[in-house]
């Protein structure tokens, strides 16, 4: 395996930061993401393009990974976290990584609000318009 695409939330803005993180980690197998719903998700992944509700990795090879399974393949593809991705898919401690990432993953819109995080969509938004992003931002839905 040599290449995972990550399909995530351009709208969340806790799903965008954590795009911004995994980029700027040293990645073993090399990352690209895209936006789902994007012209260019619809275009090169039709069947799966339109679930911005979940995460979705899509291996080189044709496996589709969901949810924290998702999340689990994209610390696997990072240098320093690739052993946390197998402690973390040990039956032991899968259940409670998938109940952590389904919690955050049903409140990330809501606390991205409240932390602040703002998403790609809004920073793209911000920036077309050359306005500041003081109270002229767009507001995080609640």
Known sequence: ??????????????????????????????????AAGSAEARDRFPTLSGEAEELI??????????????????LWAL?????WSFRLARPALLPRARDVFEW?????????????IRSDQELAAVLASGRSCGSGCPEQPR
């Open 79 to 83: 240098d320093e976290y690739r052993e």
């Open 1 to 34: 395996m040599r290449r995972l695409v990550v399909l995530y939330d351009a709208g969340c803005g806790i799903c965008s930061a954590s795009r911004r993180w995994l980029e700027g980690r040293r990645q073993l197998v090399a990352l690209e993401f895209l």
């Open 104 to 116: 955050v993953s049903k409140r990330r819109r809501g606390l991205s609000w409240l932390l602040g």
């Open 57 to 74: 990795v899509v291996s080189d090879e044709g496996g589709v990974y969901r949810g924290a399974h998702a999340w689990i393949m994209c």
